[in-house]
């Protein structure tokens, strides 16, 4: 199972931090993948609570639902996401001095086989590293700015 982990440090108190990356239904605000989150069940905070996201790495669009399975406030999220695309999502924040450290760390299964596993190896993996990459950087400019 691929796995993509990327880290950023912050110049804003793990609070700030995490009552961003904490609200799913914000996540599009910053994750350049997720097109739109909508809360289905739940409070959006507790295991259990169960979202919709459109999510778009490459050219295509695709429904799949995500469910919070850790919510540790100003800590941690992990999100299970099932459909075409099965992942797991953690999102951890740490403190160092005056900074907060986000490690997202994504694991995921490649849909379509072994045919997707090689178009994962080939495009997937790098283009879905770099959007990592670059929405941890919206985060920091959207916190920062």
Known sequence: ???????????????RVFALVGDTSRSSE???FLKEAE?????????GSTYRW?????PRSQPLEAVIVVYNENEALV????????????IFLGTIGGLTRVEWTIHYQPPLGRLG???DLIFVNRVFQNDVETSLERLKQQLEG
């Open 1 to 15: 199972m691929p796995a993509i982990i990327k880290s950023i440090d912050i110049e804003v108190p793990a609070e």
């Open 30 to 32: 910053w994750a350049i």
């Open 39 to 47: 809360l289905l069940s739940g409070d959006g905070r507790s295991p």
């Open 54 to 58: 459109i999510f778009k790495v490459g």
């Open 79 to 90: 999100r299970r996401i099932s459909g075409e695309l099965e992942m797991e999502d953690r």
């Open 117 to 119: 596993a090689l178009i």
